[in-house]
Nanobody, 124 residues
């Protein structure tokens, strides 16, 4: 069973940067998809960026284009979310999620495995 553990959240000033990590273990398939979602209290969880095992990237959030990037370190089985030029509206709990397959999907219900989440707060 795939297990995901996020880290790297915290408090950062507007304009700052953070890198979130999603360490994965327990792969049983060579084809998988890892997505980053974020959730603000009282609102639904929304997809941010996704990467497949073949390296195909999909951006779900127009608001993060040019500021956030997703990448993998296959040697460490870790997916990163690099967040630059952070804004207060990026404040949320960030989750990584995984599913078997070849294609990125934006619907959270399609993901079988979730990390515990990490809080990102952008504030001066």
């Amino acid at each position: 069973q795939l297990q995901l553990v996020e880290s790297g959240g915290g408090l950062v000033q507007p304009g700052g940067s953070l890198r979130l990590s999603c360490a994965a273990s327990g792969f049983t398939s060579d084809s998988y998809v890892i997505s980053w979602f974020r959730q603000v209290p009282g609102k639904e969880r929304k997809g941010v960026l996704c990467i497949t095992s073949s390296g195909v990237i999909t951006n779900y959030a127009e608001s993060v284009k040019g500021r956030f990037t997703i990448s993998t370190d296959n040697a460490k089985d870790t997916v990163y979310l690099q967040m630059n030029s952070l804004k207060p509206e990026d404040t949320a709990a960030y989750y990584c999620a995984g599913r078997r397959g070849l294609l990125c999907q934006s619907a959270e219900t399609l993901y079988d495995y979730w990390g515990q989440g990490t809080q990102v707060t952008v504030s001066s």
